[in-house]
């Protein structure tokens, strides 16, 4: 339920930047879990 229906946040852009190409399989999990809600805004 939302309770301010007419309020909404800005969108700002979000990076997740990795030191290496090798992810750990629980990092790479958050990221794909996360990235469809991010992006349903």
Do not use: H, Y
Not at 7 to 23: C, E, K, N, Y
């Amino acid at each position: 339920m939302r309770v301010l229906p007419d309020w909404a946040l800005t969108p700002i852009p979000l990076f997740a930047l990795m030191p290496s190409r090798m992810v750990p399989a629980k990092t790479r999990a958050f990221l794909d879990f996360i990235q469809p809600r991010l992006n349903a805004g």
